[in-house]
């Protein structure tokens, strides 16, 4: 016969296991804010299925989330989302080392937006942009040696990552936290990713920014189980005969990775800000300038496609280019248009580099860094037109741009004097400056009175330091 204690123990412990069983978890873990149930795994540690209501046949949208998070790749995302409404559920496909936050941001909610089953399938690494994208998904699954975290946004600077401003670890904060949340995962674990100052008994210390192996994130409830493949993601998703659909990146997509590329669209706005210099030094729309605005075409189309380029920036720089063309053709002298052109067009190329609102933008620094991105790209310019001159110096066709001699320059002040009544012809239009060439000779000139046709014929009547004024010869 049992010892009167023994049969207490035993019958003490078989009411909280009927406790248990009726109630499911115990009061501590049911109210903790941050819990979530965890699925439960087999033997060799795969997920167990994850149960879904779709009839035979049903479609399943696998996409590639690697290489760099960029603008480009969000545009892909979107594109594959939308085009698959009628999808049971989208795999994405993760393994990516972050990029840009704009970019991650925009398939972000694009993934809590979307209608069908959003799983995130980490094989091996969710980092940066990666975790807040993997986080924004109905499922977790990951591999072995699988990892996610380490989601605190740097900057490039000086050919190495340095830390961003407060106000950015701030709103990246509020982001993760926020994605978390949306599909019952817990906040702080999510900001953890983001801020050293986080801790978290057990999980993270102070000082350490936070990344999961796969065990960790099973078991603080991040993933949702292991997978070892893409086709034992598609098999827990019970589906009967899937319809698999493996979505790409479509050559417009590409061209716009590409023309969105750090290094590419700074070449081409360097390229447009050129052709816009030359405009204003030679009155006219020459090669240079047609260059330019095509470079600045391809900038503002490649944006487009990525989102970045809407009715407003795009209505912005076409107000710019006609002030310019304005200012060139119209408008004697550097007024009034030429400056509000140049306004407009650089407010809608720093607008054109943001991808989040704007007054987020200002918080955090990102509109700061468009402008250094801009002013940057007007520098790159003035050193490739000190480049061109240097080029086409002994070129016939650099002799119209470049000061070559006394002999075949532009005369000297004392020279000029001596060609007042003499004829000669405009070379430019003059409104009321431009060139004229007396002889063989060009000089700066500056009409009397009146605008004077590129070709008329003008006589010299006087001189203002080394510029002629001129008068159209009757």
Not at 50 to 79: H, N, Q, S, Y
Not at 155 to 169: F, L, R, T
Request: glycine letters at 10%; one cysteine or more; proline letters at 5%.
């Amino acid at each position: 016969m049992l010892p009167r204690a023994s049969v207490l123990g035993l019958w003490t412990a078989g009411v909280l296991f009927c406790a248990v069983q009726a109630f499911g978890q115990p009061p501590d873990a049911a109210d903790d804010p941050g819990y979530r149930p965890q699925p439960s795994t087999n033997v060799a540690g795969n997920v167990q299925p994850l149960p879904m209501e779709a009839p035979p046949g049903a479609k399943v949208v696998v996409i590639p989330i690697d290489r760099t998070v960029e603008l480009g790749l969000a545009a892909f995302v979107r594109r594959a989302i939308e085009d698959h409404p009628d999808a049971a559920a989208i795999v994405l496909d993760v393994n990516t080392l972050g990029g840009r936050v704009d970019a991650a941001i925009q398939i972000r909610d694009a993934l809590l937006e979307a209608t069908p089953r959003t799983v995130a399938f980490i094989h091996p690494r969710a980092i940066s942009a990666g975790a807040l994208i993997s986080l924004a998904c109905d499922n977790v699954l990951m591999s072995d040696g699988a990892t996610i975290g380490a989601a605190t946004p740097i900057q490039a600077g000086g050919g190495q990552a340095e830390a961003v401003d407060e106000k950015m670890v701030s709103y990246m904060r509020a982001e993760m936290r926020s994605t978390a949340e949306a599909n019952g995962r817990r906040g702080d674990i999510a900001e953890a990713m983001v801020d050293r100052e986080v801790v978290i008994d057990g999980v993270v210390e102070a000082g350490k920014l936070l990344t999961l192996d796969t065990d960790q994130a099973l078991k603080v409830g991040i993933a949702d189980g292991k997978a070892a493949s893409l086709d034992e993601v598609l098999d827990a998703l019970t589906l009967k005969q899937p319809q698999i659909v493996e979505v790409e990146v479509n050559w417009g997509e590409e061209v716009a990775r590409l023309l969105t590329e750090p290094t590419v669209s700074g070449l081409l706005l360097s390229v447009g800000m050129l052709g816009l210099m030359v405009a204003f030094y030679t009155r006219t729309v020459g090669m240079f300038t047609v260059l330019g605005f095509i470079s600045l075409a391809l900038f503002f189309g490649g944006h487009a496609v990525v989102h970045l380029v809407g009715w407003e920036e795009a209505l912005l720089f076409v107000a710019g280019v006609i002030l310019v063309i304005i200012e060139i053709f119209f408008v004697p002298g550097f007024g009034v248009p030429g400056v509000l052109g140049l306004i407009c067009v650089i407010s809608a190329l720093v607008l054109s580099l943001i991808g989040i609102p704007i007054n987020v933008s200002f918080k955090t620094g990102l509109l700061a860094e468009a402008m250094t991105r801009v002013l940057l790209s007007l520098l790159g310019a003035f050193v490739l037109a000190l480049v061109l001159m240097r080029l086409l110096s002994r070129s016939a066709f650099g002799r119209s741009f470049v000061l070559q001699d006394a002999e075949t320059g532009f005369l000297s002040a004392p020279s000029a004097s001596d060609l007042v009544g003499q004829v000669g012809e405009a070379l430019t239009d003059l409104r009321p400056a431009g060139k004229i060439i007396v002889g063989h000779q060009r000089h700066e000139a500056s009409s009397e009175r009146e605008f004077i046709a590129r070709g008329s014929r003008v006589r010299v009547i006087g001189k203002d330091g080394p510029t002629l004024i001129v008068r159209l010869e009757e």
